[in-house]
């Protein structure tokens, strides 16, 4: 799409959350909607209408592609909880590479086929696409990545250290099955595909190993992510990537080396800092604490009005484009939902400085 196209829902006002999992939540029985292409993607056209703005966002399950990469090698079972504690044996990655030609497993595929649903509505909704990054992935396929990420940052090869050759084995399989998802939601109409990295982290690259060109940083999530980007930039569809987790500006600036149309990021950040760290054709997304929004005590909702303003009357001064919205997908909370919904509605209303 026309990189214009979100400057101009910036400079409208645009504010929304990334909330399909509340309106999801509603339905009775929302765990069969989700092996329903047809149910999910009226589901995502709700979202949109419900929060007024035609990005169709899709849920940010960042499991999908955890439970589509097992299964690919044949673990079906305790797939929350499997962990790589060595690098994939030769049979496993021997199955891996034949099940890249497999049909999409049910849950995936209906994922897909709802943004077809999307796409074929047409008229202003955009369907936008959605995958876990590829380091997020592989975080989740090990048990403890920390230790051999700064290990390979010390220099540590895979031929010097058993560990650091899981890492980057498991890395290769999970860009993998991240760009097989990813092609999949384009040829189904996605104009766009939110990546989403949390692990893109100082909890997992050392702010201490990021100076330097070929830095662990580099060779993991940048390599990584930059394999995403070519596929999207082949196929003229736009990049909105997404982190929540800790950062320095460091991995901010780098972030903007991506070029994403839209830069989501996470409380932590104060956006009107990190406007001066990336292009300024990338429009600034967030960063509400809505991981706190299923609690009065931990966040009021006149705390929720006094952000808002602030937010948006800093962002204002800095004259950087900007979405206001969640730091992250807005989950819905068994018991909380009218708490949540109120923060919501005082995240898309509350009047400005």
């Not at 330097?212 to 940083?217: F, P, Y």
């Not at 990049?239 to 932590?268: N, T």
Request: include cysteine.
């Amino acid at each position: 799409m026309n990189r214009q196209y979100y400057l101009d829902l910036a400079a409208q006002g645009l504010r929304m959350p990334i909330g399909a999992d509340l309106v999801l939540r509603q339905k009775p029985d929302h765990e069969a909607i989700l092996l329903d292409g047809q149910r999910l993607g009226n589901v995502l056209l709700e979202t949109a209408d419900t929060f007024h703005t035609p990005l169709v966002i899709h849920l940010m399950d960042l499991m999908l592609e955890k439970a589509t990469l097992l299964g690919m090698i044949g673990v079906t079972q305790n797939v929350d909880t499997y962990h790589f504690h060595a690098a994939p044996t030769d049979a496993q990655r021997n199955r891996f590479a034949a099940a890249l030609h497999d049909p999409l497993p049910p849950r995936m595929a209906a994922n897909v086929d709802a943004l077809r649903v999307v796409a074929a509505r047409g008229g202003p909704y955009v369907p936008v696409g959605m995958s876990i990054g590829p380091v997020s992935l592989m975080t989740k396929l090990l048990g403890d990545p920390i230790t051999p990420i700064y290990m390979a940052g010390t220099g540590a090869t895979a031929a010097d250290d058993p560990e650091v050759a899981t890492v980057e084995s498991v890395l290769e399989m999970a860009t993998q099955v991240v760009l097989r998802s990813i092609t999949a939601q384009i040829e189904a109409g996605a104009k766009a595909i939110m990546v989403a990295e949390p692990a893109a982290n100082k909890a997992y690259f050392s702010p201490h190993q990021l100076s330097g060109a070929n830095t662990v940083w580099e060779r993991y999530v940048m390599g990584a992510n930059r394999r995403v980007r070519a596929l999207l930039a082949d196929h003229g569809v736009d990049l909105l990537f997404h982190c929540c987790g800790e950062l320095v500006d460091p991995m901010v600036r780098s972030f903007g080396e991506l070029d994403p149309a839209i830069l989501s990021l996470g409380a932590s950040r104060h956006l009107w800092e990190d406007a001066a760290l990336v292009p300024d054709t990338t429009v600034l997304y967030g960063n509400l604490p809505s991981k706190k929004f299923y609690s009065d005590d931990e966040l009021p909702p006149q705390r929720v009005a006094d952000m808002t303003r602030d937010l948006l009357g800093h962002m204002r001064r800095v004259h950087h484009p900007f979405i206001l919205g969640s730091e992250c997908d807005i989950l819905s909370v068994p018991g909380c939902e009218a708490i949540i919904q109120k923060k919501v509605d005082v995240m898309l209303t509350c009047p400005g400085e």
